[in-house]
Nanobody, 124 residues
């Protein structure tokens, strides 16, 4: 059983930075990859970023590319967020891809385990 727990969310003003952490019970080397999704009120859950075991490749949604950075520090998944916008307001979830499948990294069905989420609110 893989356990994930996010932390670091909070209320910030537009233009500020925030770093999210996700404590995981699985190392990147023992998974296919880890990632972040987010869900804003009234919207569907959307892909944010992913990091893959193979070569440590990283992937980003267009909306966060150049502002967010995903990384792994031992068993902690990190999401460094800069130049935050009100549109980044959402609950952020970390997740783990443990089983092989053909879903793209941007598809939530690829990830078998999810954390409970952490709220990020960006005020204008």
């Amino acid at each position: 059983q893989v356990q994930l727990a996010e932390s670091g969310g909070g209320l910030v003003q537009a233009g500020e930075s925030l770093r999210l952490s996700c404590s995981t019970s699985v190392a990147l080397k023992n998974s296919y990859g880890l990632g972040w999704f987010r869900q804003a009120p009234g919207k569907e859950r959307e892909f944010v970023a992913a990091i893959r075991r193979s070569g440590g490749a990283t992937y980003y949604a267009d909306s966060v590319s150049g502002r967010f950075t995903i990384s792994m520090d031992k068993n902690t998944l990190l999401l460094q967020m800069a130049s935050l916008k009100p549109g980044d307001t959402a609950i952020y979830y970390c997740n783990a891809d443990i089983a092989y499948d053909d879903y793209p990294v941007t598809d939530s069905r690829k990830y078998e385990y999810w954390g409970p989420g952490t709220q990020v609110t960006v005020s204008s």
